[in-house]
């Protein structure tokens, strides 16, 4: 039998895509207040350039940055600007965000308008509209795309790949995005190879996926630079170095980037998004969502703008089954647990999944059997048991000497482990009191 391409390690988890995957994206009405943290991406933090009381409209930037990591942020309604304060952010604390109340009439500040010619733009051209529209990896990442489009001369790309593997149980944002727009993730991409100069690229997406799989290959049977990698179905096959590994056969070294092997991984949202902002001058302003789980009564893929807050979107998808217990930016194995749903949508949000008691139910941790299941099954091949006992004895430097900062916190063998060790807790814990001490040393 034809044995799918992989990486080594990885689990099962059931993928539970069956919520939402065969719902079409829908569009949310308009809201009534969104709320645009101005952190959204990896890097530096843009200067706020509104203030309250200023009137804005869709489109309009809020945030201005000279750095060269870092992107600004934008208006996604016309309104008034009612605050600029710290609210809750998905990723678990309160950051300053720019709070806007609609004034109902969705007006532009410049109505995106399609260039017929945007393949004509010089290279430096479309790196910079790429920076200015916002575009921050919507896998989840939010690494700004214009600073992964401009590699250094030194570190030359010659393999890029689209990721539609989308591995996290439940979300099913990217797929119904490959559905049905599968032209401006391919027009995305062809932008993407300009600017880098490629003639091949691969788009990589798991084997549960055959409709998507099928589509974009009839979308490429004339394009014979572009294969279609059907992956095998392991979590995480989406995760960036086991991704380069089951598609080029490359290994990113340890602290290493994916440019160092001569790689370079965009999520298929961000090449959509590509799309729109070089052909049709469209900042960021909003995104995909799967609202899934057996937590919320409707589960859908929404097309919501960026700062709606994830009590609108529940509220959309008819609210909360009866037992409803848990909500989630995100997906179970790498998302984030949530205390309240004033939270926004930001760039990175994917998905937002709703447990009931059963699905949300942990379980006592016990201690550990040595059984290395955990091992085993580690796509970084550390050793995770060894790992989260230094860290909780305080042996912080000796964690950090077995790879503590390779983990990618992928919850790989929390999963496994028949002990129910939550492993990836003592490793966040880890890095967080390594960051700290070094810190303190200066
Ligand atoms: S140690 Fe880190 S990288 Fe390895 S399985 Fe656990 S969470 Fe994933
Ligand atoms: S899987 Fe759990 S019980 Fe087994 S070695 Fe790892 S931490 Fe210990």
Redesign the pocket.
């Known amino acids: 039998m034809f044995r799918k391409k992989s990486f080594r390690g990885g689990a099962h988890p059931h993928d539970e895509k069956r919520w939402s995957a065969d719902m079409a994206i829908q569009e949310m009405p308009l809201p009534g207040t969104v709320i645009i943290p101005v952190q959204q991406h990896i890097g530096a933090p843009a200067d706020i350039i509104v203030e309250k009381g200023d009137a804005v409209k869709k489109g309009q930037p809020l945030t201005k940055t000279s750095k060269f990591v870092s992107v600004p942020v934008h208006a996604s309604i016309s309104g008034t600007v009612a605050a600029v304060e710290k609210r809750p952010h998905p990723f678990g604390t309160d950051l300053t965000s720019i709070v806007i109340e609609s004034d109902g009439n969705d007006a532009w500040a410049a109505e995106p308008v399609m260039n017929p010619d945007y393949l004509s733009l010089g290279t430096d051209k479309m790196v910079q509209i790429i920076g200015e529209a916002g575009i921050a990896g919507m896998g989840g990442a939010a690494f700004p795309s214009h600073v992964k489009l401009s590699p250094p001369a030194d570190k030359p790309v010659d393999t890029l790949i689209l990721n539609g593997v989308e591995c996290e149980p439940y979300l099913t944002s990217d797929y119904r995005l490959m559905l049905e727009r599968p032209d401006d993730i391919l027009a995305g991409l062809q932008i993407i190879m300009k600017i880098l100069g490629l003639t091949k690229a691969f788009i990589g997406i798991e084997a549960n996926k055959p409709r998507a799989i099928a589509l974009l290959r009839e979308k490429c049977a004339e394009k014979k630079n572009i294969a279609i990698v059907p992956l095998a179905v392991k979590y995480p096959q989406g995760a960036e170095k086991q991704l380069i590994k089951a598609v080029s056969g490359r290994s990113v070294p340890s602290g290493g980037l994916p440019m160092d092997v001569g790689c370079l991984v965009h999520n298929v949202g961000t090449a959509a998004a590509i799309y729109e902002a070089v052909a049709m001058g469209k900042p960021l302003i909003e995104r995909i969502v799967s609202v899934t789980g057996p937590g919320v009564r409707k589960p859908r893929n929404i097309k919501a703008r960026i700062g709606t807050p994830f009590a609108d979107l529940i509220e959309f998808c008819g609210g909360y089954t009866q037992k409803a217990a848990k909500v989630i930016n995100g997906g179970p194995m790498m998302g984030i647990a949530q205390t309240t749903i004033a939270v926004p949508v930001i760039k990175g949000t994917s998905g937002i999944l709703v447990l009931d008691e059963r699905t949300a139910a942990g379980s006592d941790e ?1 201690p ?8 085993d099954v580690c796509p970084m091949n550390l050793l ?2 060894h790992i ?1 006992a230094f860290i909780e004895h305080n042996r912080v430097e000796d964690a950090q000497k077995m790879g503590l900062f390779d983990c990618m916190e992928c919850s790989t ?1 929390s999963f ?4 129910k ?1 939550n ?1 990836v807790h003592y490793i966040k814990l880890g890095k967080a009191l390594w960051n700290e001490a070094q810190k303190k040393t200066g």
């Open positions: 016990l550990c059997i040595s059984c290395a299941r955990c091992v995770p048991n989260a063998c496994i482990c028949p002990a060790r492993l």
